[in-house]
């Protein structure tokens, strides 16, 4: 039996998409199951609730060979470490008290950096690692870069206006990766009972991209013109609290982009073995385009 929290997310959903492919049991943690995808709600075991709840954590890792554990960090709380090592405590303890053969877990890059201990969000996650990794469960934090999917923030002023906004630099090339790859990649480690201990998996997508390199792949694909136009710190935070974040959750995602800037996708060895095949360009013909056009 695996274990799969926030299973209607991008990649969550991904995962227990690629699981059941390969004929695995699959019991995922939810809120509401009404947001399942009704083609596989009815081949999964479900438990109701938050993996913020011990009582819910403790009924859904009975008896599981695997968990994928990913943190949907609450855009209204008040501190990044209740968003991420506060919302994952009841899993933590639940790690050290019935552990489970193995878990997989999303993460970031940036580890050894030196901005890594001022990276908002990217911070807050492998504070939370520690914790996982330190109860002695093997682990293994996929760490990502910023995902292709945050493009769909922008499909409206992409269609309205041919722009999308953002603080990072323009002309710095950094990794990019497509959630389901990185779905992909967590379906493989969680079906392999080989591996043991704690260790990051960088999971890098394809190639380096800068922004306005993206808006041209994306004006290509679109058949209308995007650019990227950078926009000061502070102007977009406000754009994140008017968005309902809290100013925490805010400051955090200013904090991580800005560390982006400084290098912070940056400290990671490109290898086959890390990169990972969804193209940008491939992405936003089968992602963007039906959004922006739709």
Same mark, same amino acid.
């Given at each position: 039996?695996? /274990?799969?929290?926030?299973?209607?997310?991008?990649?969550?959903?991904?995962?227990?998409?690629?699981?059941?492919?390969?004929?695995?049991?699959?019991? /995922?943690?939810?809120?509401?199951?009404?947001?399942?995808?009704?083609?596989?709600?009815?081949?999964?075991?479900?438990?109701?609730?938050?993996?913020?709840?011990?009582?819910?954590?403790?009924?859904?890792?009975?008896?599981?060979?695997?968990?994928?554990?990913?943190?949907?960090?609450?855009?209204?709380?008040?501190?990044?470490?209740?968003?991420?090592?506060?919302?994952?405590?009841?899993?933590?303890?639940?790690?050290?008290?019935?552990?489970?053969?193995?878990?997989?877990?999303?993460?970031?890059?940036?580890?050894?950096?030196?901005?890594?201990?001022?990276?908002?969000? /990217?911070?807050?996650?492998?504070?939370?690692?520690?914790?996982?990794?330190?109860?002695?469960?093997?682990?293994?934090?996929?760490?990502?870069?910023? =995902?292709?999917?945050?493009?769909?923030?922008?499909?409206?002023?992409?269609?309205?206006?041919?722009?999308?906004?953002?603080?990072?630099?323009?002309?710095?090339?950094?990794?990019?990766?497509?959630?389901?790859?990185?779905?992909? /990649?967590?379906?493989?480690?969680?079906?392999?009972?080989?591996?043991?201990?704690?260790?990051?998996?960088?999971?890098?997508?394809?190639?380096?991209?800068? =922004?306005?390199?993206?808006?041209?792949?994306?004006?290509?694909?679109?058949?209308?013109?995007?650019?990227?136009?950078?926009?000061?710190?502070?102007?977009?935070?406000?754009?994140?609290?008017?968005?309902?974040?809290?100013?925490?959750?805010?400051?955090?995602?200013?904090?991580?982009?800005?560390?982006?800037?400084?290098?912070?996708?940056?400290?990671?060895?490109?290898?086959?073995?890390?990169?990972?095949?969804?193209?940008?360009?491939?992405?936003?013909?089968?992602?963007?385009?039906?959004?922006?056009?739709?």
């Amino acid at each position: 039996m695996i /274990v799969v929290t926030a299973p209607t997310g991008n990649i969550g959903s991904g995962v227990v998409r690629g699981l059941l492919e390969n004929d695995e049991q699959v019991r /995922v943690v939810v809120r509401d199951p009404s947001r399942l995808d009704p083609q596989v709600a009815g081949r999964v075991d479900v438990v109701v609730g938050s993996h913020a709840d011990a009582d819910v954590v403790d009924r859904a890792f009975e008896g599981a060979d695997a968990v994928f554990w990913l943190v949907p960090a609450d855009e209204a709380s008040v501190s990044m470490d209740e968003a991420y090592s506060g919302f994952a405590r009841a899993g933590i303890e639940a790690f050290t008290a019935r552990p489970v053969p193995r878990v997989v877990g999303i993460s970031a890059l940036g580890r050894g950096t030196p901005v890594a201990g001022q990276a908002g969000h /990217v911070t807050a996650t492998l504070a939370m690692d520690d914790l996982i990794a330190a109860t002695g469960v093997p682990y293994r934090a996929l760490t990502n870069p910023s =995902f292709m999917d945050n493009w769909l923030w922008a499909a409206g002023s992409i269609k309205s206006t041919g722009t999308y906004f953002g603080p990072y630099e323009p002309d710095l090339a950094m990794p990019s990766v497509a959630t389901g790859d990185i779905a992909a /990649v967590a379906v493989d480690l969680l079906r392999d009972s080989s591996w043991t201990g704690f260790q990051e998996h960088p999971v890098l997508g394809p190639e380096n991209l800068t =922004f306005t390199g993206m808006a041209q792949i994306a004006s290509d694909v679109l058949g209308r013109p995007v650019r990227y136009q950078q926009i000061p710190g502070e102007q977009f935070k406000a754009t994140m609290m008017k968005f309902g974040n809290s100013e925490a959750i805010a400051q955090g995602l200013l904090d991580m982009a800005l560390a982006k800037n400084e290098g912070l996708d940056l400290n990671v060895a490109r290898t086959a073995g890390n990169s990972t095949p969804t193209t940008f360009a491939q992405w936003c013909t089968d992602v963007l385009k039906p959004a922006v056009d739709g």
